[in-house]
């Protein structure tokens, strides 16, 4: 499983992701599910990927694979594509493209194999901008009423974006708000794992302006999952029925 | 979908269920979820069940023919069984037995027909104890580790009960508990649904103590969950990242 959380606001965007992967409960892995891709200045994206591994991983390479050939062009390479939106588009039909081709080989089995992203983008002087891809290619993106998307295990987070995340977040609570998020997650999944990868990039931009790995045993996280669990034990004792 | 919980706890048992049910997002009703038999003093059992409301509502027919059956005894009826082990037996097979029936006629349109359930109960001189059903009959019973079971749609009011429940936690602080677990569904998963049943047995009554039935639009149920609203968001902004 994975759990991975993006947010869109008026000060720029927040990105969350864990990093375990498993095939069975019996083999646990680390790989990272959030991969970056800037022109400093000019175009930043982010994605973030849930799912198949072999789906993903392939997903990732294939659209590195167009963006280094050079006789790519903004129909093929998210780094040329004239919008985000067409990166969205891009990155959603090398998906469904990937996700057949191993569909195919799995049916074989019986098994079947899906993946979901989140991309987060900004070219310069155009809009920040966020989409859930969907594991056919089709895609939503991130409003103003609804400024967060969610892939992987995204039941036991939700709660806390729910109640604390509007446009007009700060990106310091906004990382607080995802960081409590995947806390939430990682007590109840078990298939949501330490290290996580955090990244922030700040409107216009356009570029990556936050990046920070956190690993298990983090100081930090963990005195905030700490005064966290405090406040709802306090707020809860002072709640009268 | 449906939310039920229920704790067994040092002064005794609290159980809450919603009562909505669907068909399609497009066919909403309102059916109770929480079924209570007792012989006050001698026995008292409930039942709250999950899933497919024609397996649900057959399967709790039919342990109501049982125990009217004057020629029942302590296999079937489970008025007259020996223990709550074998209520839940009685309960977990009748269940088993609905099912296949049910999932016979509806195989044949290739739909699937199933349900869970939670049993509390406690006979005289006996323990309390609370079972989780599985559709296949086959059950787990809660323990001092774990003194809650949930059926339905359980995730997004887990990690209030992870954090807050315990064997020795109050009768009064069990129903926050459990009625704030229940706000946290309500506002994330729209197919759980007001009004809500709740029902405590406290620790050797053998009956239900206190039954309320919390309509859409109780003040009370809406001022506890404003209240908890600030608690979250006061403590989200007292912690520092």
Redesign the interface.
């Known amino acids: 499983m994975t759990y991975c959380v993006g947010l869109l606001l008026n000060e720029g965007m927040v990105l969350l992701s864990d990093t375990r992967t498993n095939a069975g409960l019996d083999n646990i892995s680390t790989y990272r599910k959030m991969f970056t891709f800037e022109e400093p200045g000019e175009r930043v994206i982010c994605i973030m990927t849930a799912g198949s591994l072999s789906v993903t991983q392939t997903t990732i390479a294939r659209l590195r694979e167009a963006m280094e050939d050079p006789d790519a062009d903004g129909e093929t390479s998210i780094m040329k594509a004239p919008t985000i939106l067409k990166v969205a588009e891009i990155v959603g039909n090398m998906l469904a493209e990937v996700r057949t081709e191993i569909g195919e080989k799995m049916s074989a089995q019986k098994q079947s194999a899906s993946a979901t992203m989140i991309v987060a983008g900004q070219r310069k002087g155009g809009a920040m901008r966020l989409f859930l891809i969907y594991p056919e290619g089709n895609f939503i993106e991130a409003t103003e009423d609804t400024p967060f998307l969610q892939i992987g295990e995204h ?2 987070g ?3 974006l ?3 995340v509007r446009p007009d977040t700060s990106i ?2 906004a ?3 995802v ?2 998020s995947m806390d ?1 997650t990682l ?2 999944n078990l298939s949501v794992g330490m290290p996580l990868d955090m990244a922030v990039i700040a409107r216009d931009a356009c570029q990556v302006t936050m990046r920070r790995r956190i690993e298990a045993g983090d100081e ?1 996280f963990r005195a ?1 999952s700490e ?3 405090r ?6 004792t ?4």
């Open positions: 039941k036991y939700k709660p806390i729910d109640r604390v310091l609570d990382q607080k708000a960081l409590l939430s007590r109840s930090q905030m005064a966290w669990s406040a709802l034990r306090d707020g809860f002072q709640i009268s029925l």
